[in-house]
């Protein structure tokens, strides 16, 4: 599969992850016995899946991967609403139909990952199916027009944290060079409501089938007669992604420079309230804590052993382990599950004094703090031109330079990472 | 508000695009929308366009709205042709690009409706107008030499 294919399933995925309309309690159908399924299954590593479907008669009673391969009739007949059954195919429309006849709908339990080369298509049926959302994306307009007449409105398409970090850090530099008063930010979550409420920025919360076709409106119409932006560097923007990582384009530049047009250093702290009650009510101890945090939604987990290695070995060196935890995640085992608000979170490490984690948008939201931060990047070509260290670096983006780890792992297994465990625990350990 | 409008421009453009279909045989071929303000782009634009060209196998390209000093300065050039579209189907060809990418042999020089966001934003000492065409509007890999 080409990249550019490969990305656009990614993108899409992530998107619907972000905006819930995929959870880890649903049964993950995927549509298709082909290469498409199985990069979504890799991103969708800790996701529940259930099989895959394909009306292919020679493919049917296969094994996949794992998953049995049925046809359609066999396993939709009973309508299930906990079924989510992804498409990848440039059959999208003939696949659509044939599920919508067992009672599933399109942007509730089918979700169309990638519409394959028919999505470049003049036909009627694409055409229509593009008008319709952008007619729906006026209804949005005008109904949140309503009450906010004259705001200027910012639209972030993408619920990742450290986007959503990004976008908290430079917005108001933005609106102050646009003189821009009254505004209005859209998200698709209420966690990215959190993170920009971090830099006293309100936001309101939309589901993203909404905030797509908000986009297409504001698009078609013009952002500027609509009074409009789209905060984000590269979603859905071919020619824009392009550039990430090429001759060091790291994240933050695409942000800052890109979307927000800010040249030159600029840098934002946001206030952060005391600790102190965390580490009284959870009986840890200051300067001796390590915040564990192994999730990311990007990023493929690296496997428990090695976790739960890394806190009995630190352990052993007298540390306080917890596993930063949110939602459903569970803490490594043999550790507690803490789930820190962002509005403590950089005093909680400040105090702490140790954080060591895989590479995700909390790492933005933390790289001010003083804690030392063993930060784990996965190995490969991910982003556009660069690997994932190279355009998500801490350093690289000089969002933090002391205190700091940085760790490309090539697999996830324990044994393929001793040596990056002895590194951390060394990291940890030295004062 | 009305979208109405938009979408209707945006409708007359498939008929354009047919007509270019069927003319000049679009499997083997790219079209790319010179529409950029700055001659420069334009300039890097054609300058480079016979890499990606040769990057994407494609036997020739249709050149849109390219000015009399372009087409003169690229006369040599027999993959070129060179075709002028009025502005009103510019302007459709355009929204319909915004619509939705409909088709994935149309390149337009600039971020106008095809992006949210605008790469030249990230011009600096390091990054130039050069990669910017190279890179991000033909999608080649490297800058060519000129």
Redesign the interface.
């Known amino acids: 599969m080409n990249l550019e294919l490969t990305e656009n399933i990614e993108d899409n995925l992530i998107s619907a992850i972000n905006s819930s309309d995929i959870t880890k309690e649903n049964d993950i159908i995927f549509f298709g016995a082909n290469k498409s399924s199985l990069t979504m299954m890799e991103i969708l590593k800790d996701y529940h899946f259930l099989a895959i479907i394909d009306n292919d008669k020679r493919k049917q009673g296969q094994l996949i991967s794992g998953l049995k391969v049925y046809s359609p009739d066999e396993l939709l007949a009973d309508y299930n609403p906990n079924y989510r059954i992804l498409i990848a195919s440039e059959y999208y429309a003939a696949m659509r139909k044939q599920l919508e006849t067992f009672g599933y709908k399109e942007g509730k339990e089918i979700l169309i990952l990638w519409h394959g080369?028919r999505?470049?298509?003049?036909d009627d049926e694409?055409?229509n199916y593009?008008?319709s959302k952008?007619?729906y994306?006026?209804e949005v307009?005008?109904e949140f027009?309503k009450d906010a007449p004259s705001d200027f409105i910012f639209i972030c398409p993408y619920a990742g944290t450290g986007d959503m970090y990004l976008v908290g850090m430079y917005l108001e530099e933005y609106m102050k060079t646009h003189e821009i008063t009254g505004y209005s930010v859209i998200v698709p979550n209420n966690n990215c409501k959190r993170i920009l409420g971090l830099f006293d920025l309100k936001a309101i919360s939309m589901e993203y089938a909404k905030i797509e076709c908000l986009?297409?409106?504001c698009?078609?119409?013009?952002?500027d007669?609509?009074h409009s932006?789209?905060l984000?560097?590269?979603?859905?923007?071919?020619?824009?992604k392009?550039?990430r990582g090429?001759?060091?384009?790291d994240f933050n530049?695409?942000f800052r420079?890109?979307?927000f047009?800010i040249?030159g250093d600029y840098n934002y702290i946001f206030k952060q309230e005391n600790a102190d009650d965390i580490f009284t009510d959870n009986s840890l101890r200051k300067g001796r804590t390590v915040l564990l945090s192994p999730y990311a939604n990007t990023i493929t987990k690296i496997s428990d052993d090695f976790w739960i290695k890394l806190a009995k070995e630190l352990k052993a060196l007298d540390y306080d382990v917890v596993t930063n935890v949110s939602g459903d995640e569970e803490s490594i085992e043999g550790t507690m599950g803490l789930f820190v608000p962002y509005k403590q979170i950089i005093s909680f490490l400040d105090d702490a004094g140790y954080f060591v984690g895989v590479r995700s948008g909390l790492c933005d939201i933390i790289c001010s703090s003083r804690a030392k931060m063993a930060v784990l990047y996965p190995f490969g070509n991910v982003f556009g031109?660069c690997s994932t260290y190279d355009y998500f670096s801490l350093e690289k983006m000089d969002l933090k330079t002391d205190n700091l780890l940085e760790i490309i792992y090539e697999k996830t297994d324990l044994s393929d990472n001793i040596d990056n465990l002895n590194k951390i625990v060394d990291f940890c350990n030295i004062i | 508000m009305n979208s109405n409008k938009d979408l209707e421009i945006a409708d007359k453009a498939r008929k354009y695009w047919r007509e270019l279909e069927n003319k000049y045989d679009l499997n083997n071929k790219a079209v790319i929308l010179i529409d950029n303000d700055d001659d420069n782009v334009n300039y890097l634009t054609l300058a480079y366009a016979d890499e990606f060209r040769i990057s994407k196998n494609y036997e020739s390209l249709i050149i849109l709205n390219a000015n009399a000093k372009l087409k003169e300065e690229f006369a040599n050039n027999k993959s070129f042709i060179f075709l002028d579209i009025d502005k009103e189907k510019t302007l459709a060809i355009k929204k319909l690009y915004m619509l939705y990418k409909f088709t994935d042999r149309l390149i337009i020089n600039n971020y106008d409706g095809t992006s949210d966001t605008d790469a030249f934003n990230l011009l600096s000492d390091n990054i130039t107008v050069n990669d910017i065409v190279a890179i991000s509007i033909l999608g080649l890999n490297k800058v060519p030499a000129l």
């Open positions: 080369n999505y470049y298509s003049i694409t055409f593009h008008a952008v007619r994306g006026e307009y005008n027009r986009m297409m409106f698009r078609m119409r013009g952002f007669s609509t932006k789209v984000n560097d590269g979603f859905n923007q071919i020619m824009v392009r550039l090429y001759k060091n384009i530049t695409m420079q890109g979307v047009e040249k031109a």
